[in-house]
T-cell receptor, first 114, second 111 residues
Framework: AQSVTQLDSQVPVFEEAPVELRCNYSSSVSVYLFWYVQYPNQGLQLLLKYLSGSTLVKGINGFEAEFNKSQTSFHLRKPSVHISDTAEYFCAVRALNNTDKLIFGTGTRLQVFP | SQTIHQWPATLVQPVGSPLSLECTVEGTSNPNLYWYRQAAGRGLQLLFYSVGIGQISSEVPQNLSASRPQDRQFILSSKKLLLSDSGFYLC??????????FGNGTRLTVT
């Protein structure tokens, strides 16, 4: 079975500062990895995904993430955040041999202050 | 293009009452369909998923059930709601190894 750990439940940061949201996963098989963003009272929107190839993945809104197989991590980064980036961010994993299920972490609340 | 519709957006129901939440997908056929629940501070919990009509996999034994009467329709139901059923319910669809696409969710409050 797969699991996802997002160590930080909340990350406060000032506008224009860099940010990293951490995600670690556990799986006995190879996986696909995803980051989603959720704005208040809305569904989830895909930020980026890692399926194969380059370990550095670029997504929407200036976010990027790096897949590190040895550390089983998929941390999300942005070099300069905006107020509008305030939202909940979810990391998710899907096993290559069971692509029916997507398992989510508990989420990280990013709060950007002016 | 594909779209996913989920309704109602908000719902307030008394304990012991029945529940029916509906989700439909347009612009595609034979998608995988999912129901997730998001409780405050607990992330997203996969409740049910379906890979075809009449095929339902339950992830967590509980007070809820799901049905897929048509290819692009997914229904979440309960015969008698509990207080603990309160939460934000999200429907989603995907193909094979593609990302999930989510609806806008239903905020359920059981009083």
């Amino acid at each position: 079975a797969q699991s996802v750990t997002q160590l930080d439940s909340q990350v406060p940061v000032f506008e224009e500062a860099p940010v990293e949201l951490r995600c670690n996963y556990s799986s006995s098989v190879s996986v696909y990895l995803f980051w989603y963003v959720q704005y208040p009272n809305q569904g989830l929107q895909l930020l980026l995904k890692y399926l194969s190839g380059s370990t550095l993945v670029k997504g929407i809104n200036g976010f990027e993430a790096e897949f590190n197989k040895s550390q089983t991590s998929f941390h999300l980064r942005k070099p300069s955040v905006h107020i509008s980036d305030t939202a909940e961010y979810f990391c998710a994993v899907r096993a290559l041999n069971n692509t029916d299920k997507l398992i989510f972490g508990t989420g990280t609340r990013l709060q950007v202050f002016p | 293009s594909q779209t996913i519709h989920q309704w109602p957006a908000t719902l307030v129901q008394p304990v012991g009452s029945p529940l029916s939440l509906e989700c439909t997908v347009e612009g595609t056929s034979n998608p995988n369909l999912y129901w997730y629940r998001q409780a405050a501070g607990r992330g997203l919990q996969l409740l049910f998923y379906s890979v075809g009509i009449g095929q339902i996999s339950s992830e967590v034994p509980q007070n809820l059930s799901a049905s897929r009467p048509q290819d692009r329709q997914f229904i979440l139901s309960s015969k008698k709601l509990l207080l603990s059923d309160s939460g934000f319910y999200l429907c989603a669809w995907s193909f094979y190894n593609s990302p999930l696409h989510f609806g806008n969710g239903t905020r359920l409050t059981v009083t």
